[in-house]
């Protein structure tokens, strides 16, 4: 069974930071992106940036770039999203997914609420 936990979400004004934390605990076969997603409400979820945990290789999306930034912990198959320079539009309940792309299976977390102030 493996187990996806997010923490560090939290009520923030404009401007300022918040860290997002992402473990994966388990059993993990084969090569393994991990990546953080956000769902607004009355919106769809939207990938926000992932991270190869073998190579490194890094997303991000549009408007995010320039400020978050991915970082990974391949000794805990963990994954981080350093969030500067929040803006209200990044409200959102953030969830971290751990893809095992060998097996073509994905890993879900419960979310983390991130709320920017205005």
């Known amino acids: 069974e493996v187990n996806v936990v997010e923490s560090g979400g939290g009520l923030v004004q404009a401007g300022g930071s918040l860290r997002l934390s992402c473990e994966v605990n388990?059993?993990?076969?084969?090569?393994?992106?991990l990546g953080w997603f956000r769902q607004a409400p009355g919106k769809e979820r939207e990938g926000v940036s992932c991270i190869s945990m073998s190579g490194g290789s890094i997303y991000y999306t549009d408007s995010v770039k320039g400020r978050f930034t991915i970082s990974r912990d391949g000794a805990r198959t963990a994954v981080y999203l350093q969030m500067n320079g929040l803006k209200p539009e990044d409200t959102a309940v953030y969830y971290c997914?751990?893809?095992?792309?060998?097996?073509?299976?994905?890993?879900w977390g419960q979310g983390t609420q991130v709320t920017v102030s205005s």
């Open positions: 388990g059993f993990l076969l084969g090569r393994i992106v």
């Open positions: 997914r751990a893809t095992d792309l060998d097996v073509r299976a994905d890993y």
